[in-house]
C-alpha cells in the first residue's frame, strides 16, 4: 500500500524568509510521479511543482523547489523569499503510473508579516 | 478555459434527503474522480472512472453513487445525506495512461463543494 505522511500538522514562517515543509512517502513502485499542491483560503487546488522519480535533478518553479531523496523516499517542498500569499494548506501526493493519487494529511502553513 | 466545474459550491441538505453534485471537464481527460476533504484526513477517494463508461470505488464509495454521463461529466449522488457527509468534496480530472510516462501529468481540481448535512 501507498501511504504519504506529512508530519508537520502546522508551521509559521516570517515573511521574506525560507521554510521547509517535510514529505515522506512509502511504495515498492521504482516509477512514480510526486507532487505539491497548495490549496488557499479560497479552496481552490494549485499545482505547486511536481517531480518524476526517474528524475535525480530537483524540480523547482520560481521560489518554490524540492529537495527529492528517492532512497529515503522523502519528497520536501522549499519555499524562498516567502510571501503573504502563500499562506495556505500545502498536500503533498504520490501518483502511481496507472494515475492513482494517495495525498498526505496538508501542512497549514501561516506567513507572518 | 474553464478546466474543472463543479457545482454547486455550497449546500446545505436534511438528514435522508438526495442531491447530485456535477463536474465538467473541457480538456479533454479520460479519467475523472471525486474525493471528500476531511480536517485531518487530507483528501480521499470515493469513486473514479479511468475512462467513459467505466467507473470504480475508492478509498470511502459507501453511501455515495456516481454516473460517467459522457467523457466531460461524472456526477456524484448522494441518495440519502446523513451528517457524516458533511465534508468538501472535490471533482477532479486528469489524463490517463496505463504504464508509461505522462507528457503533462497530475490532476486539475475543481474549486469544490462545500456540503453540510443537518
Known amino acids: 500500500a501507498q501511504t504519504v505522511t506529512q508530519s508537520q500538522p502546522e508551521m509559521s514562517v516570517q515573511e521574506a524568509e525560507t521554510v521547509t515543509l517535510s514529505c515522506t512517502y512509502d511504495t515498492s513502485e521504482s516509477n512514480y510521479y510526486l507532487f505539491w499542491y497548495k490549496q488557499p483560503p479560497s479552496r481552490q487546488m494549485i499545482l505547486v511543482i511536481r517531480q518524476e522519480a526517474y528524475k535525480q535533478q530537483n524540480a523547482t518553479e520560481n521560489r518554490f523547489s524540492v529537495n527529492f531523496q528517492k532512497a529515503a523516499k522523502s519528497f520536501s517542498l522549499k519555499i524562498s523569499d516567502s510571501q503573504l500569499g502563500d499562506t495556505a494548506m500545502y498536500f503533498c501526493?504520490?501518483?502511481?503510473?496507472?494515475?492513482?493519487?494517495?495525498f498526505g494529511t496538508g501542512t497549514s502553513l501561516t506567513v507572518i508579516p | 478555459n474553464a478546466g474543472v466545474t463543479q457545482t454547486p459550491k455550497f449546500q446545505v441538505l436534511k438528514t435522508g434527503q438526495s442531491m447530485t453534485l456535477q463536474c465538467a471537464q473541457d480538456m479533454n481527460h479520460n479519467s475523472m474522480y471525486w474525493y471528500r476533504q476531511d480536517p485531518g484526513m487530507g483528501l480521499r477517494l470515493i469513486y473514479y472512472s479511468a475512462s467513459e463508461g467505466t467507473t470504480d470505488k475508492g478509498e470511502v464509495p459507501n453511501g455515495y453513487n456516481v454516473s460517467r454521463l459522457n467523457k466531460r461529466e461524472f456526477s456524484l449522488r448522494l441518495e440519502s445525506a446523513a451528517p457524516s457527509q458533511t465534508s468538501v468534496y472535490f471533482c477532479?480530472?486528469?489524463?490517463?495512461?496505463?504504464?508509461?510516462?505522462?507528457?503533462?501529468?497530475?490532476?486539475?481540481f475543481g474549486s469544490g463543494t462545500r456540503l453540510t448535512v443537518v
Open positions: 477532479a480530472s486528469s489524463e490517463a495512461r496505463t504504464g508509461g510516462l505522462l507528457a503533462n501529468y497530475g490532476y486539475t
Open positions: 501526493a504520490f501518483m502511481k503510473l496507472s494515475n492513482q493519487f494517495y
